[in-house]
């Protein structure tokens, strides 16, 4: 119901900081930004830094919990899906529940789907389109499908 308010009509920044306040279940901090649409299946189990960015289209599954570290961009399309079925034909309605962290200043591209229990180390970026299998190391950039490491962050600033 809450997404549904969020994403039918027209906001301030303001006013969508705070529906996505009520989403969270917390006050997100002035710094929070977000592009709409933007849907989540419950909302209560995502923490949001501060000085993020959420880019239009993107889909939280968060039951497993997602967190967003300070300083976080998430491009357009994104998906953090925090689920999965179990891998027994006979036992496949059986959900695991695994969260998603993104740590401090994690640059996530445009189309990109983070799987569950998987860890962004600070500082890092997925490329658009990517899609992240395995834990992504600080300080580095990856890219494909699946995810793989490219370089480090410095070689790129240099």
């Known amino acids: 119901m809450l997404c549904q308010r969020l994403n039918n009509g027209i906001h301030t920044d303001d006013e969508a900081r705070e529906i996505m306040s009520e989403i969270v279940g917390y006050k997100l901090d002035e710094s929070f ?7 989540t299946d419950f909302g209560k189990h995502i923490n949001i830094g501060k000085n993020v960015f959420i880019n239009s ?3 939280f599954q968060d039951q497993g919990g997602i ?9 357009h399309n994104v998906v953090m899906a925090t689920i999965n079925h179990d891998y027994d034909p006979t036992d496949r309605g059986t959900m ?4 998603i962290n993104l740590e401090k200043n994690v640059w996530i591209g445009s189309n990109v789907t983070i799987l569950p229990g998987i860890t962004i180390g600070e500082n890092s970026v997925v490329a658009a389109g ?7 190391a600080p300080n580095t950039i990856v890219a494909g499908n699946p995810a793989k490491f490219m370089k480090n962050i410095e070689d790129k600033i240099q």
Do not use: A, E
């Not at 930004?33 to 849907?39: A, K, Y």
């Not at 967190?67 to 491009?75: A, M, P, Y």
């Not at 695991?96 to 969260?99: C, D, E, I, W």
């Open 57 to 59: 289209g993107c889909r």
């Open 96 to 99: 695991h529940l695994k969260p």
């Open 130 to 136: 990517s899609v992240v299998t395995k834990d992504v």
């Open 67 to 75: 967190t967003i570290g300070d300083g976080s961009l998430i491009g």
């Open 33 to 39: 930004r977000v592009f709409l649409p933007f849907t």
